[in-house]
């Protein structure tokens, strides 16, 4: 049977609007193709697991990120060490924002991340939005396509000359409310704003994840999906609907 070893970075303390919903789609996805899914949840102070195959970090509020980021830091390495080897991340929000370089948090204190992605995030920096809010429709820069979630964060994001985004802005803010850039891509890591949780209404990028999760062990798919059986695509499209036509909701700084 095939298997895949996912490893959620800090489940109890980062865990905002439903992240965990990505993995129960995980969770629902492999069932179906008959992979063995092992997730591993890594907190406070424990070791790194030898085998990991997928790595999966969700948001969290500024203290939560603070509470978190320094012991991050003792998995830089071989977090690193991964990624360049090709394994796939999905890190959402705060936890982009700390694979990151730095985020400077609404204090004005600054995390220092663990530097998979070149870019730097500030709390506050767009003085005309006090926090990006609303549903958000991107498109991304890969295979992946359209993609549709939720975004609410205080923070903008910079991408560095030598980050590629994940995705344009075709509604909502993204990286910072100006560029158009949604997120960023480093190999097969994901650093995005998308909540909703993302991957439940976002098929293609769960397959997109396990597929290169499998890769990382060197297997290929073996099953197909049956795709009668999943309501994913439905979701997809209704979530699109909704961010298109709903879109009215962001508040705005008088
Ligand atoms: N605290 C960060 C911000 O507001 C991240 C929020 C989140 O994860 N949704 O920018």
Known sequence: MNEINLVHLY??????????????????????????????????????????????MGGGQDRDQEQVSHDLLRHKDVINHLVNGGIPVLAVCGGYQLFGKSYRTSKNKTLEG????????????????????????INASNEIGQLIGFENHAASTFLGSNAEPFGFIEKGFGNNGVDKTEGTMYKNAIGTY??????????????????????????SLQKHINYHDLNVER????????????????????
């Open 114 to 137: 663990i530097g998979v992605f070149d870019c730097v995030s500030v709390a506050n920096y767009n003085k005309k939005y006090t926090r990006f809010i609303g549903d958000i429709l």
């Open 194 to 219: 998308l909540h909703g949780p993302i991957l439940p209404r976002n098929e293609k990028l769960t397959l997109f994840l396990i597929q290169k999760a499998l890769e990382h062990k060197s297997k």
């Open 11 to 56: 489940p109890e303390i980062l865990n905002l609007y439903a992240d965990r919903g990505n993995l129960l789609t995980l969770q629902h996805y492999t069932q179906k193709m008959g992979i063995s899914l092992n997730i591993q949840n890594i907190t406070i102070s424990e070791q790194f697991p030898e085998s990991c195959d997928l790595i999966f």
């Open 235 to 254: 979701a997809f499209k209704s979530g699109k609907k909704f961010a298109n036509k709903k879109y009215s909701f962001m508040r705005r700084v008088k």
